[in-house]
């Protein structure tokens, strides 16, 4: 059983050196960057998702937030980016425990704006974060964009990522291979899954490190599974072993391996 002080906190990108050197630390065992690179990256984020065990960091997120008007209609655009969690700490609903703080900070703006989560998911486990948490996510196998939805990843790939882009795909082409998680490759049984099918299927250059943009809509339907997700997390974190024999079972919910 993990401890139990597990935690979430959004702060604000004011970062002091020793946190720096502690994010670098971890950061460094699962992304192929310098540090001089990881500095650089660091700046680019307004805020950061931390995640501790006790006192031990155990992973992060970088959170950038981006105001854009698309249609002639307000938008909130909220990158998920530069995620690290510990191997023994996935699976945990850290994702989106954050994704349900940040629906807490934004409550007002994102009341009057059109929200969206998005990431430029560079392995499939990346994107079943949005497919495995969320009722809505684009893109899917179950159904076409919406034009709302495919003006949000134009948007975002045109503007984060310029002649990167590839509109005809919604992929992001890297020049290499920047994460040390094994990724090239997906296990033929794992292709029986729909979701992940669907990923290798519209990005198939994840082989050399592309992306592939994926938007989570903020409405009320992904709220509540968020929500729902935060309070198991909560409740899982919370529950005591309860004696059967000699044996001891944990009451509380389980979790996908995926979030």
Wanted: proline residues 3%; positive net charge.
């Amino acid at each position: 059983m993990l401890n139990t002080r597990l935690s979430v906190r959004i702060t604000a990108n004011t970062l002091n050196p020793e946190m720096i050197s502690e994010m670098w630390s971890l950061y460094r065992k699962f992304y192929d960057h310098n540090h001089t690179s990881f500095l650089e990256r660091l700046k680019k984020n307004d805020y950061y998702s931390i995640y501790r065990d006790g006192e031990r960091l155990i992973g992060f997120t970088g959170l950038r937030i981006k105001r854009e008007r698309i249609q002639g209609r307000r938008n909130l655009l909220i990158n998920f980016g530069q995620t690290i969690i510990e191997p023994t700490y996935r699976g945990k609903s850290l994702i989106p425990a954050t994704g349900f703080k940040l629906c807490c900070k934004f409550g007002w703006e994102i009341l009057i704006s059109k929200t969206y989560f998005w990431a430029d998911c560079l392995t499939y486990k990346a994107y079943l974060v949005f497919a495995k948490t969320l009722e809505e996510y684009y893109p899917t196998y179950k159904l076409d964009s919406t034009r709302q939805a495919q003006s949000v990843i134009d948007c975002i790939g045109q503007t984060y990522y310029a002649d990167s882009y590839c509109a005809t795909s919604g992929t992001i082409c890297k020049d290499s291979i920047v994460v040390n998680d094994v990724n090239n490759y997906i296990p033929k049984e794992y292709l029986l899954d729909q979701d992940i099918s669907f990923y290798a299927q519209v990005n198939p250059g994840f082989t050399k490190g592309d992306g592939l943009i994926t938007l989570g809509p903020v409405n009320l339907k992904n709220f509540m599974l968020l929500l729902k997700r935060a309070g198991q997390k909560w409740l899982s974190l919370h529950a005591r072993p309860r004696k059967q024999g000699k044996r001891i079972k944990l009451v509380g919910t389980s979790y996908r391996k995926s979030a």
